[in-house]
């Protein structure tokens, strides 16, 4: 069963990143309802995601052990900000600018 659990539309509304819970990310162009691309996820379960404004980096809460940072153009990791999870919870993460992430937790706390 494919089951997403955060889209995000990016490119002036012409295209949408989907983050699947078991089956990683992927970029449909709306145009054609063709996959664009596919990130090669470091996890394969995928809570909640965010793309930067720039649409260069997206960052998606793992549901192992925290968010895993991704380079968009490059279809690359670049890092893992880890986060003690708790419950199996699927966390919120939002860019607050190109370079700035606020991620929440399962306990009520707030990391940027």
């Not at 995928?46 to 998606?60: D, Q």
């Not at 793992?62 to 380079?71: E, R």
């Amino acid at each position: 069963e494919i089951r997403p659990r955060s889209v995000q539309f990016i490119k002036n509304g012409d295209a949408l990143i989907v983050g699947y819970l078991d089956h990683g990310i992927r970029c449909w162009n709306l145009e054609t309802q063709q996959i664009s691309w596919c990130l090669p996820t470091r996890s394969t379960r995928i809570g909640r995601l965010s793309t930067s404004p720039n649409s260069r980096i997206v960052a998606a809460s793992n549901l192992y052990d925290g968010v895993d940072i991704y380079d968009v153009q490059e279809r690359t990791h670049l890092r893992t900000i880890k986060i003690d999870m708790k419950d199996n919870i699927p966390l919120p993460v939002v860019f607050l600018g190109d370079d700035t992430l606020l991620i929440g937790t399962a306990c009520g706390e707030v990391h940027i």
